[in-house]
């Protein structure tokens, strides 16, 4: 039951650097998105359940200080949660490095889906230069950001409790 609450103990405090600190750890105008890293390590060591609930959380968290369309971070998240933990979580070999490459690739699919539904599709953008200057970055960005966050995700996963 400690671990459930220091998760989301976890997830308000990252939430509040996020939104409070986020802005000066930027690299050349693009700052990490620490609350997909957590969920994403989060759901690669713990079950379905517990990290699509964790994740539909952070999502809308994220959907309150960013998006103009709410509830799209929350369904994405979603989504990623539950299939991270139904297929990479069994696949992959969980160590850092592993955990780390992992979120790079998924950081990419996300922020390409954002990418696409909200600038490409409105019209607000093309899809080449917001795509090699904006979400390679921050992928790359998050993937490094994972070898910290995956360290706490694990400790506060199921797999440390029971021993797996």
Known sequence: MLNYVLTYVTLLVIYILQTSLGIYIDIYDIAPNIIFVFAVCYSMYNFPVKSTVLCLVAGILVDLYSQPYVGVNALMYMYIGLAISNFAGSL???????????????????????????????????????FLRIVLPTALYDGVIAIVVSCWARWLSEERIKGL
């Open 92 to 130: 992959i070999k969980k160590n850092i490095w592993t955990v780390a490459l992992g979120v790079l690739v998924v950081s990419v699919v996300y922020h390409t889906a954002l990418l696409i539904i909200s600038y490409v599709i409105p019209g607000y953008a093309s899809f080449g230069y917001p």
